[in-house]
């Protein structure tokens, strides 16, 4: 069963960093485009951040960009996200996700293209 789990969420002070961690198992997803999700209290599900399947191309929301990292560690089958500049908006369950498809930042939004998603980790951001 091939499946995603998260980890390293908790809570942070606005303007703190703090790194998540998805780790995969049950198959290697070197050849998926992975992303990182985030869904607040009464909002839908919002697009962070995504990463092609070699790691070499990064994308990023306008509301993160310049806050946050995304990367992966395919060997460990392993994907991160750096936050950096915490604000009080960030504070969501955070989702990372895997794509067959090798998506480009056009279509890293589109949660239908997602096969698999984690539980979620809770990040909070306090003032």
């Known amino acids: 069963q091939a499946q995603l789990v998260e980890s390293g969420g908790g809570m942070v002070q606005a303007g703190g960093s703090r790194k998540l961690s998805c780790a995969a198992s049950?198959?290697?997803?070197?050849?998926?485009?992975m992303a990182w999700f985030r869904q607040a209290p009464g909002k839908e599900r919002e697009w962070v951040a995504g990463?092609?399947?070699?790691?070499?191309?990064?994308y990023y929301a306008r509301s993160v960009r310049g806050r946050f990292i995304i990367s992966r560690d395919n060997a460990k089958n392993t994907m991160y996200l750096q936050m950096n500049s915490l604000k009080l908006e960030d504070t969501a369950v955070y989702y990372c996700?895997?794509?067959?498809?090798?998506?480009?930042?056009?279509?890293?939004?589109?949660?239908?293209?997602?096969?698999?998603w984690g539980q979620g980790t809770q990040v909070t951001v306090s003032s």
């Open positions: 996700a895997a794509s067959p498809t090798d998506l480009t930042n056009t279509w890293f939004d589109v949660v239908a293209l997602y096969n698999f």
């Open positions: 049950g198959r290697t997803f070197s050849r998926h485009s």
């Open positions: 990463i092609d399947w070699s790691g070499g191309s990064t």
